[in-house]
């Protein structure tokens, strides 16, 4: 059994036929094309994908699920007959992705906090994103459902889906009294916030309405650590309904309160990430995602790890103006219950995901939840308002009445984003808002910065994320004075400076010692250089296989909100080294280190007939094709991003000893190209 984390995926799963794929720090994507036997990973392993468990740490429900899926001889069995008792236990959000034999099993908790996305093309693919299916080629997508659990036979290429869990409104409450009701939830809604509580400090998302109002007076008595309130709304001559009402409350209640506003100029910048960021062009989802996102970030610039927010209850207890005409109250209630993943939580989680924040929410904990769908509608929903049991919650509580009786908007509306949008809409000239925002998602790439090493892994990288639309904004170079860095390529990066100007493109220097880890340091300080001058929003890596490398970098782009773009992860490294020379991209070895090779290789520009010599060594000896297992170093001349070519004019060729030596490039200049290389 093992833990498979964000950064550690890859080693932990293990790979065998099994393609593991993490376009970015923050995400995971694993992809098994057409039949595979997975047998070669002896180990079985458990997956807990993005995992804000209200009730059991992600190492217990590991082995619970390992101890759960295996027979008697330890063998992986069917897993989708056997993980029906699980789900009904589980009380948090979860989705995991149990692998063992030739069985992938996926599912998620019961009312999809977590999500998971998949794809039957060519073979089956999984992701905690469907962004990411998209970005690796898949179009036939499907969510996977919260009541079901997939297993696919790697042997038989074949899907199995088990669809026999449900949500079950508890009975209890029938038999109760009112004043029993309200104090068995005010009970469970206590649990389940205990559950929640981190050992650090937490933010709740605030509006001033009776959900987060309750949350943040649960949160203030069970949390033995600090606890900041966070409300967003749009800064306007005449406050925002939301922010107005979240000062009072919170001065009255004693609560710590944040309070962010934002112009209409900054809406506007903030819009363009987060349009593409929820998958939606929806006006009223793009305007809730507006002040949660401000309100989470604001959070997490706090350091703050753990946000709580109020959301379920207004599914739950009929808190929807349609809530008013429904016939079977708790019939629409259950259903918006059930129905909850396909959007909101979903975009929540995008929202915290991309801020590396885990969102936890009390009122989505089964146990709550099954009791408040049980609930009489007639306590829900009456003459004197909606919501009235859970306001009574309230009260007992210790929230005034005035605070706890208190109907407010819809959080596109108290915030006045909603309006924002229409501003912005109109000042672009656009008809209406939807249209607006389908420009947004069309047109937004977070600005990038590119990890830049002179050779041809991060040049090929940068030009990929080009060719896709990415700006570039900087190279970011870190000069090690230890030229057996294990981070770090060092042969000739003094000539980072002419290939930066080759391309136009600014460049970040930082020298580092070269002391192992220490060196990750200096990293961070060109990192955030980068980040304070150019306002890059996340970094390029040429890696291909090197998880050392890529998981440091990974750390220190999570630390600081950053994302992290490898665009060539697991390429096959033969067509790595052809699609370069299909590119035009052109280069030379600039230092060997391996059984196989020589200085004959150094100064030369490699061909077909070098790479094909490659091949053979690969198959003879096991060298790594396009040298990263640290067999070749190599130094780019020319390619597509420049505008002019470099000429070496000087260089001389150290030997070490017979596999080892270093070109050593002490004179070269920028010169034009003619027009059939400029083509």
């Given at each position: 059994?093992?833990?498979?984390?964000?950064?550690?995926?890859?080693?932990?799963?293990?790979?065998?036929?099994?393609?593991?794929?993490?376009?970015?720090?923050?995400?995971?994507?694993?992809?098994?094309?057409?039949?595979?036997?997975?047998?070669?990973?002896?180990?079985?392993?458990?997956?807990?994908?993005?995992?804000?468990?209200?009730?059991?740490?992600?190492?217990?429900?590991?082995?619970?699920?390992?101890?759960?899926?295996?027979?008697?001889?330890?063998?992986?069995?069917?897993?989708?007959?056997?993980?029906?008792?699980?789900?009904?236990?589980?009380?948090?959000?979860?989705?995991?992705?149990?692998?063992?034999?030739?069985?992938?099993?996926?599912?998620?908790?019961?009312?999809?906090?977590?999500?998971?996305?998949?794809?039957?093309?060519?073979?089956?693919?999984?992701?905690?994103?469907?962004?990411?299916?998209?970005?690796?080629?898949?179009?036939?997508?499907?969510?996977?459902?919260?009541?079901?659990?997939?297993?696919?036979?790697?042997?038989?290429?074949?899907?199995?889906?088990?669809?026999?869990?449900?949500?079950?409104?508890?009975?209890?409450?029938?038999?109760?009294?009112?004043?029993?009701?309200?104090?068995?939830?005010?009970?469970?809604?206590?649990?389940?916030?205990?559950?929640?509580?981190?050992?650090?400090?937490?933010?709740?998302?605030?509006?001033?309405?009776?959900?987060?109002?309750?949350?943040?007076?649960?949160?203030?008595?069970?949390?033995?650590?600090?606890?900041?309130?966070?409300?967003?709304?749009?800064?306007?001559?005449?406050?925002?309904?939301?922010?107005?009402?979240?000062?009072?409350?919170?001065?009255?209640?004693?609560?710590?309160?944040?309070?962010?506003?934002?112009?209409?100029?900054?809406?506007?910048?903030i819009l363009k990430k987060i349009?593409?960021?929820?998958?939606?062009?929806?006006?009223?989802?793009?305007?809730?995602?507006?002040?949660?996102?401000?309100?989470?970030?604001?959070?997490?610039?706090?350091?703050?790890?753990?946000?709580?927010?109020?959301?379920?209850?207004?599914?739950?207890?009929?808190?929807?103006?349609?809530?008013?005409?429904?016939?079977?109250?708790?019939?629409?209630?259950?259903?918006?219950?059930?129905?909850?993943?396909?959007?909101?939580?979903?975009?929540?989680?995008?929202?915290?995901?991309?801020?590396?924040?885990?969102?936890?929410?009390?009122?989505?904990?089964?146990?709550?939840?099954?009791?408040?769908?049980?609930?009489?509608?007639?306590?829900?929903?009456?003459?004197?308002?909606?919501?009235?049991?859970?306001?009574?919650?309230?009260?007992?509580?210790?929230?005034?009445?005035?605070?706890?009786?208190?109907?407010?908007?819809?959080?596109?509306?108290?915030?006045?984003?909603?309006?924002?949008?229409?501003?912005?809409?109109?000042?672009?000239?656009?008809?209406?808002?939807?249209?607006?925002?389908?420009?947004?998602?069309?047109?937004?790439?977070?600005?990038?910065?590119?990890?830049?090493?002179?050779?041809?892994?991060?040049?090929?990288?940068?030009?990929?994320?080009?060719?896709?639309?990415?700006?570039?904004?900087?190279?970011?170079?870190?000069?090690?004075?230890?030229?057996?860095?294990?981070?770090?390529?060092?042969?000739?990066?003094?000539?980072?400076?002419l290939q930066s100007e080759a391309?136009?493109?600014?460049?970040?220097?930082?020298?580092?010692?070269?002391?192992?880890?220490?060196?990750?340091?200096?990293?961070?300080?060109?990192?955030?250089?980068?980040?304070?001058?150019?306002?890059?929003?996340?970094?390029?890596?040429?890696?291909?296989?090197?998880?050392?490398?890529?998981?440091?970098?990974?750390?220190?782009?999570?630390?600081?909100?950053?994302?992290?773009?490898?665009?060539?992860?697991?390429?096959?490294?033969?067509?790595?080294?052809?699609?370069?020379?299909?590119?035009?991209?052109?280069?030379?070895?600039?230092?060997?280190?391996?059984?196989?090779?020589?200085?004959?290789?150094?100064?030369?520009?490699?061909?077909?007939?070098?790479?094909?010599?490659?091949?053979?060594?690969?198959?003879?000896?096991?060298?790594?094709?396009?040298?990263?297992?640290?067999?070749?170093?190599?130094?780019?001349?020319?390619?597509?991003?420049?505008?002019?070519?470099?000429?070496?004019?000087?260089?001389?060729?150290?030997?070490?000893?017979?596999?080892?030596?270093?070109?050593?490039?002490?004179?070269a200049i920028l010169v034009q190209?003619?027009?059939?290389?400029?083509?």
């Amino acid at each position: 059994m093992s833990i498979a984390t964000k950064n550690n995926i890859i080693n932990k799963i293990g790979k065998g036929q099994t393609e593991i794929i993490m376009p970015t720090a923050n995400h995971l994507l694993i992809k098994i094309q057409g039949k595979c036997n997975t047998n070669g990973n002896k180990k079985s392993a458990i997956t807990i994908v993005d995992s804000g468990l209200c009730e059991s740490k992600s190492h217990v429900l590991a082995e619970k699920l390992d101890t759960l899926l295996k027979d008697e001889n330890g063998e992986m069995q069917d897993p989708g007959l056997y993980i029906e008792d699980f789900k009904r236990d589980l009380i948090g959000g979860l989705a995991f992705i149990a692998r063992g034999n030739h069985w992938i099993t996926c599912a998620t908790d019961v009312l999809g906090v977590k999500s998971l996305w998949y794809s039957t093309e060519d073979g089956f693919a999984v992701a905690s994103e469907k962004k990411y299916l998209e970005m690796t080629g898949y179009y036939n997508i499907e969510k996977v459902d919260p009541r079901s659990t997939l297993s696919y036979d790697t042997e038989e290429g074949t899907l199995h889906t088990y669809s026999n869990y449900e949500l079950k409104p508890s009975v209890e409450p029938a038999t109760k009294q009112p004043e029993e009701i309200i104090e068995q939830l005010y009970r469970l809604l206590g649990e389940s916030v205990s559950r929640c509580l981190p050992p650090s400090r937490i933010g709740i998302l605030f509006s001033g309405g009776v959900d987060s109002t309750l949350v943040s007076m649960l949160c203030k008595k069970y949390s033995k650590q600090d606890i900041c309130c966070y409300v967003a709304g749009l800064e306007n001559e005449i406050q925002a309904p939301d922010v107005q009402h979240a000062r009072k409350i919170a001065n009255k209640l004693e609560l710590p309160l944040k309070v962010i506003e934002v112009s209409l100029e900054e809406t506007e910048e903030i819009l363009k990430k987060i349009v593409p960021l929820i998958e939606t062009t929806s006006v009223p989802m793009v305007g809730v995602a507006l002040p949660t996102y401000i309100a989470a970030r604001a959070a997490k610039e706090d350091r703050i790890n753990v946000l709580f927010t109020g959301s379920g209850a207004d599914e739950m207890f009929g808190g929807y103006n349609r809530h008013k005409k429904a016939t079977d109250l708790n019939n629409e209630c259950l259903k918006d219950t059930l129905n909850i993943h396909v959007e909101d939580t979903y975009r929540d989680g995008l929202i915290a995901s991309e801020l590396e924040l885990d969102l936890r929410s009390p009122f989505l904990n089964r146990h709550v939840a099954e009791y408040a769908l049980g609930i009489p509608a007639t306590l829900k929903l009456n003459e004197k308002g909606n919501k009235m049991i859970l306001r009574q919650v309230a009260e007992r509580a210790g929230i005034p009445a005035e605070f706890a009786l208190r109907n407010k908007k819809a959080a596109q509306y108290g915030s006045k984003f909603d309006r924002a949008i229409e501003k912005l809409a109109k000042r672009a000239g656009y008809k209406n808002k939807t249209d607006y925002l389908k420009n947004m998602e069309k047109n937004y790439k977070p600005k990038l910065g590119v990890l830049f090493s002179s050779g041809k892994d991060c040049h090929f990288a940068m030009y990929k994320m080009e060719e896709a639309g990415y700006p570039i904004k900087c190279l970011i170079t870190v000069k090690s004075k230890n030229p057996d860095s294990y981070m770090f390529h060092t042969p000739n990066i003094n000539m980072a400076s002419l290939q930066s100007e080759a391309m136009g493109i600014p460049l970040i220097e930082q020298e580092t010692a070269g002391e192992k880890e220490v060196e990750l340091d200096d990293l961070k300080k060109a990192i955030e250089k980068a980040k304070k001058e150019y306002g890059i929003e996340g970094v390029i890596t040429g890696a291909l296989y090197s998880t050392y490398q890529k998981e440091r970098i990974e750390g220190i782009c999570s630390e600081l909100g950053m994302h992290v773009y490898s665009p060539l992860w697991h390429m096959d490294q033969e067509e790595e080294m052809h699609k370069l020379l299909e590119g035009k991209f052109h280069f030379l070895f600039s230092s060997i280190a391996a059984y196989g090779l020589s200085s004959k290789w150094l100064g030369k520009e490699i061909t077909k007939k070098e790479i094909d010599e490659l091949v053979k060594l690969n198959d003879k000896i096991g060298l790594n094709v396009a040298g990263e297992g640290g067999e070749f170093e190599s130094f780019v001349l020319d390619c597509p991003l420049y505008s002019k070519r470099i000429e070496i004019k000087k260089s001389t060729i150290i030997d070490i000893d017979e596999y080892t030596a270093r070109l050593n490039i002490e004179d070269a200049i920028l010169v034009q190209k003619d027009r059939t290389q400029r083509e």
